[in-house]
């Protein structure tokens, strides 16, 4: 990490009908983007032009069509390696996150297929490790059922570690390509990594030269307690999805203070929340928009969710009444109040209806914050969190598309670039340099140096 002023980091989660469940029935949006490379490019064209840090693309391995009502952004989509090397060929600054699961792969497959978009990019692929949050991807691929955490967190821990070492199996200096001599590669400088564990066993090397990031960021996004020592132990960021600022900070902490037992610097590692800013360039024009957005969402106001996220049944009371006394509810810590206030903020009053609670709930279930607003008052909650280390940057999943982004990148970077958080040009090319990250050095090269000088 340079010794720098801190910069917010930000991102695209590409949500191709964007992140709001009702995003598509607006009547300026796109809605088949998910499979046209034109409307691809543009999003990635648009987000360099503002500098972002990085083009997210998440993934799961199973599909059913009643996903079109919370998830129709995930229901179908492009495979995530195919779709980062067409981006990555028209563009040039970006960083390219693959999330790739571990749980139904094989090491060497992913070594490679990440160490060959590493190359097609020029160094701006980082992994996004996850162990699985769809159970249903057991039945595609020959298994009765998904597994446990500690077993997905088991195969996962020993998976990237053989990862690692096979994109270091080569070293950077391995290609003499000596046409005089006749000697193409120093064979001293190639590594087989033998590894035989509990779940694999590798012999390596890789059949692709070191990567040009040399070790290729990873990213992690679980919620579990295994999934935050993976992200301690080896992420350089951490997506995740936090609604208040009080439970960011915790969890903020709580990570980096995991990291010093792995030999790890806080610096190295970024945490990045999940934020749905509905942007208007007027305030009123923000609110117009959220309960537009919120008329047309398909539901059959099934409240029994709700009910449970706030600890109140609300079965006996009706959509468009006051809201239940906050008090009865049956969760400790406050649940219930804390996401009334989010949904009163975003509607902008205090007197919400049950309804427009709902509407909000349903609009942030998956986990991400939704704020309402114009440019300056994004802008300023962006502050906060940063400010007060809740978070380190955003992982922006806008309403809808491609306006919700537009408006963010036109009017809400430019507001975050005059207060000095936000870079206005890039000041390096590869995934590791947009986070100051320092290239590290090959392991066996540095062991074969640390032999050299013991001898
Ligand atoms: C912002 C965010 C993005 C995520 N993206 C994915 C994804 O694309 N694919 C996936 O399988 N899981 C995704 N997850 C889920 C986790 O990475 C994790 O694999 C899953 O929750 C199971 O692990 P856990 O039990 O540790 O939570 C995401 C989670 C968060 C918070």
Redesign the pocket.
Same mark, same amino acid.
């Given at each position: 990490m340079s010794a720098q002023k801190r910069q917010l980091h930000l991102g695209l989660?590409l949500f191709s009908t964007g992140y709001h469940p009702a995003g598509w029935r607006l009547p300026e949006a796109v809605t088949d983007g998910a499979f046209d490379p034109k409307f691809l490019h543009r999003v990635a064209r648009r987000l360099e032009e503002a500098k972002f840090d990085f083009f997210f693309l *998440?993934?799961?391995l199973a599909s059913s069509a009643d996903m079109q009502y919370q998830f129709p952004s995930q229901m179908v989509r492009l495979e995530p390696f195919t779709m980062i090397a067409n981006i990555a060929a028209v563009t040039e600054k970006i960083g390219l996150i693959v999330?790739a699961?571990t749980t139904y792969a094989e090491p060497y497959h992913i070594a490679r297929l990440t160490a060959s978009l590493d190359y097609l990019s020029s160094g701006r692929v980082a992994w996004?490790v996850?162990?699985?949050?769809?159970t249903r991807a057991a039945l595609n691929f020959s298994r009765e059922k998904h597994w446990d955490?500690a077993k997905r967190y088991d195969y996962a821990d020993e998976f990237v570690q053989v990862v690692k070492d096979l994109w270091d199996s080569w070293e950077d200096d391995a290609f003499v390509r000596d046409k005089a001599g006749g000697v193409f590669v120093d064979e001293s400088k190639v590594h087989k990594i033998n590894h035989a564990g509990e779940h694999f066993s590798v012999a390596g090397p890789l059949n692709v030269a070191r990567p040009p990031q040399g070790q290729i960021p990873l990213l992690?996004?679980?919620?579990?307690e295994?999934?935050q020592e993976l992200g301690a132990q080896f992420s350089n960021a951490i997506?995740? *999805?936090q609604i208040h600022i009080a439970g960011a900070k915790q969890f903020y902490s709580g990570i980096k203070s995991k990291m010093a037992k792995y030999g790890r610097d806080p610096g190295e590692l970024s945490i990045l929340p *999940?934020l749905v800013p509905l942007v208007g360039r007027t305030e009123e024009e923000a609110r117009a928009k959220y309960r537009e957005l919120n008329e047309l969402l398909v539901t059959d106001f099934n409240l029994a969710p709700l009910s449970a996220r706030i600890g109140i049944d609300l079965s006996g009371y009706s959509l468009d009444g006051p809201l239940p006394d906050l008090e009865l509810s049956t969760l400790p810590g406050g649940a219930a109040k804390d996401l009334v206030t989010l949904a009163q903020r975003a509607s902008g009053r205090e007197d919400i209806t049950v309804r427009e609670l709902f509407h909000y709930f349903s609009a942030t279930c998956r *986990?991400h914050l939704l704020i309402v607003g114009n440019p300056e008052q994004i802008a300023d909650q962006i502050e906060e969190w940063f400010v007060q280390e809740a978070a380190d940057g955003f992982?922006i999943c806008p309403p809808y598309m491609p306006g919700g982004l537009d408006l963010f990148i036109d009017l809400v970077v430019p507001e975050l670039q005059r207060r000095g958080l936000f870079r206005t040009e890039y000041e390096g090319s590869t995934f590791r340099e947009h986070f100051g990250l320092s290239r590290p050095d090959n392991r066996f090269a540095k062991r074969a140096v640390l032999q050299t000088a013991a001898e």
């Open positions: 989660f *998440g993934d799961a999330t699961n996004n996850v162990t699985g949050a769809d955490n992690s996004a679980g919620t579990s295994r999934s997506f995740t *999805g *999940g *986990g992982n």
